[in-house]
């Protein structure tokens, strides 16, 4: 038979308000400028139809899609807005969206390496990464992998830019090398690659699977943000705390414990665990130690009594 093992007595209601805040949990998180191709990404390599268009801020919010490659393996992405120089200070969508990236493994650096807003993506990848080093040290330290996108509207023969004193063609660098040659390190590679027409996807999602399996990230514990217990109980009433010298006893009262015995079966291990908490981080022990409460002597808290033991 199942019985319910802790109970508490029922006391004055209690009301909260709350914001819930949602993160995201994905393994691998895409950023970008806006317009790079960071929805097309999504949308080519996973289940996922975000809106792709050629204006900025298109995503509104973030899309999630499973990339699967096969045999069972399987990551989860999520694209997220666009960002742009002075996310930090709000510009564009500002950084509002950077929580769901907190806890990415990876993530997939979208530069548009054609160019075809004209900016120039080793310019677009130190000023994001400037931006996430504002937001967070965690985040701007995530591992990041280049997706160099749009190749296929680069030409495929160099163009020629200018023209030299000698009457030669100077010829413009191809970008995706000038991307390769400014950003690439041993622990940060670039794949070249075009949601459009598919090329290099597939490449670019087994490394980041492989290298998901790589890194081994210690667990990430996250500080728990909002203890109901806590905000609830440990509020802001009044209590006393005095010494009863007609029956030589410690005496707890006021609002603020009313309260907390409201919420709480003192018969219960559970409970009692909780209201030992209460008497500390309320500062009830350091009143009953002030007031010279010694070993075995009691303490009346309503219709309780308890012998004090430090
Ligand atoms: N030719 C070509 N166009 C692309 C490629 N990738 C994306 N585009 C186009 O670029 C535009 C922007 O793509 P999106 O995927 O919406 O860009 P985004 O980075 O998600 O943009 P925001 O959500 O606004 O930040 C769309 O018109 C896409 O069709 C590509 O590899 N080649
Ligand atoms: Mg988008």
Redesign the pocket.
């Known amino acids: 038979m199942q019985a319910p093992k802790y109970a508490k007595p029922g006391g004055p209601a209690k009301t909260a308000e709350v914001i819930l805040e949602l993160k995201l949990i994905a393994d691998v998180g895409i950023i970008g400028y806006?317009?790079v191709g960071?929805?097309?990404l999504l949308k080519a390599s996973t289940n996922a139809n975000?809106?792709?268009a050629d204006y900025h801020f298109?995503?509104l919010s973030p899309?999630l899609g499973v990339v699967d490659l096969g045999d069972g393996n399987s990551f989860v992405l999520a694209?997220i807005?666009?960002l742009i120089e002075g996310a930090a200070d709000g510009n564009g969508l500002g950084l509002e969206f950077l929580r769901h990236i907190e806890r990415n493994r990876i993530l997939i650096h979208v530069l548009d390496a054609a160019s075809v807003e004209g900016r120039d993506p080793v310019e677009d990848f130190y000023k994001i990464n400037e931006e996430l080093a504002k937001y967070s040290n965690d985040v701007a330290s995530i591992i990041q992998v280049i997706a160099a996108n749009k190749i296929d509207l680069i030409p495929a023969e160099p163009e020629a830019i200018d023209i030299d004193e000698a009457g030669e063609l100077i010829y413009a660098e191809d970008p995706v090398e000038r991307i390769r040659k400014e950003l690439e390190t041993e622990d940060r590679k670039v794949f070249p690659i075009s949601t459009a027409t598919g090329k290099g996807i597939k490449e670019l999602m087994s490394f980041v699977f492989q290298k998901l399996n790589e890194i081994q990230v210690p667990e990430k514990i996250f500080a728990q943000e909002y203890d109901p217990d806590v905000q609830i109980v440990n509020g802001t009433e009044p209590y006393y705390v005095t010494y009863d010298q007609k029956n030589d006893e410690y005496v707890v009262e006021g609002p603020r414990i009313e309260k907390m015995l409201g919420y709480t079966n003192l018969e219960s291990e559970k409970g009692f665990a909780f209201f030992q908490k209460f008497m500390k981080e309320n500062g009830i022990l350091d009143e009953l130690t002030k007031l010279g409460i010694n070993d075995g002597d009691t303490v009346r808290i309503y219709g309780f009594a308890f012998e004090y033991y430090k």
């Open positions: 806006p317009s960071k929805s097309s975000p809106e792709c298109t995503t899309n694209d807005p666009g």
